[in-house]
């Protein structure tokens, strides 16, 4: 059984930070890239930052860079989204996401709230 499991949303002030987490688990194929998108209500879900899981190279929506970094923890298949900075218009439902296999299959975390307001 796929599963994507995100953690560590929650409400913080302007200028704080947050640390998001994603595991997965029970994929079968190679995982090639693990991702954070977000969503706002009304809006279309968009790609924060994602990251090559063989090299290591991040990818970051022009909006988030030099406030957020993606990195590869040690446990595999497992991400973590560090987001300094953040801004009121940051507040969003934050998605994991991964690709894997041959078929490019996507699968996604239920996803996490983070809220910033003063």
């Known amino acids: 059984q796929v599963q994507v499991v995100e953690s560590g949303g929650g409400l913080v002030q302007p200028g704080g930070s947050l640390r998001l987490s994603c595991s997965a688990s029970g994929i079968m194929e190679p995982i090639y890239v693990m991702a954070w998108y977000r969503r706002v209500p009304g809006k279309r879900r968009e790609m924060v930052a994602n990251?090559?899981?063989?090299?290591?190279?991040?990818n970051y929506a022009e909006f988030v860079k030099g406030r957020f970094i993606i990195s590869k923890e040690n446990a595999r298949n497992s991400i973590s989204l560090q987001m300094d900075n953040l801004k009121s218009e940051d507040t969003a439902v934050y998605y994991c996401?991964?690709?894997?296999?041959?078929?490019?299959?996507?699968?996604w975390g239920q996803g996490t709230q983070v809220t910033v307001s003063s």
């Open positions: 996401n991964t690709v894997s296999g041959a078929s490019l299959r996507m699968d």
């Open positions: 990251i090559d899981m063989e090299d290591g190279n991040p």
